[in-house]
């Protein structure tokens, strides 16, 4: 494993935002960029379903399996860093080298959700992100990882196709974008806006009727 030291990454975005990047860039921009956050019961369950899997002292040994919490992460070609909730070292006859434990291991993340599946794809991204970054500390080859929701109490696989890959490393260039810029993107109210923790602080219905007007004023203006 790579020896990353913390200041190589203090200029690099949080790898979590990726995960708001995909569902909202209007959530992600008001809490990386505005620093604004405001807690709600989900935000909260998620917490506690986090609890265990943060706790960096916490390492299991489970016949040929070894559990790692909160594993810092890094990755120097996509510039974020940030934590996995949990890293699986499963015993193979390939894969990388363990200090303290003999033989080869396959590297595989696992993210904890306290809710259930969505379909936005973000929690995916999300952990595709981690898996990148630890395909440059340990300088190997990851193929899947795994997602398991605390609603549902099931797991389930994710492939890191290239799609997938595609997608992380295009999403983490357009933060970046709008991070050096300093740009908020506009509210579009959606459904789900509703269970969102910022809803108050984002007002994506007050928005999207003040840009509807803006709009129309405009377009009457050039007629």
């Known amino acids: 494993m790579k020896n990353f030291e913390e200041r190589d990454s203090e200029d690099y975005l949080l790898l979590s935002g990726i995960l708001h990047f995909a569902f909202c860039k209007r959530r992600w921009a008001l809490i990386h960029i505005e620093q604004q956050w405001n807690e709600n019961s989900l935000t909260f369950s998620g917490r506690l379903m986090h609890k265990n899997a943060d706790n960096p002292h916490l390492t299991e040994c489970r016949g040929d399996i070894i559990i790692t919490h909160a594993m810092p992460l890094v990755s120097h ?25 003999s033989g080869f291991w396959n590297v595989i993340p696992v993210e904890y959700k306290s809710g259930k599946k ?46 997938l890959r595609k997608r992380v490393t295009s999403l983490v260039a357009e933060m970046y974008h709008l991070f050096e810029e300093g740009i908020t993107p506009p509210a579009v109210y959606q459904k789900h806006c509703d269970n969102c923790s910022l809803v108050d602080i984002c007002l994506p219905q007050l928005s999207s009727k003040k840009h509807a007007v803006d709009s129309y004023l405009e377009s009457a203006i050039l007629r």
């Open 77 to 101: 070609s996509l510039k974020v860093y940030g934590v996995a909730d949990v890293v699986e070292f499963q015993r193979n006859n390939t894969g990388v080298e363990l200090e303290k434990f």
């Open 118 to 163: 969505n379909s936005f794809g973000s929690d995916e991204v999300q952990l595709c992100c981690q898996a990148m970054c630890l395909e440059e500390m340990f300088e190997t080859a990851i193929q899947h990882g795994f997602l398991y929701y605390g609603k549902t109490r099931r797991r389930f696989e994710v492939k890191f196709d290239d799609d």
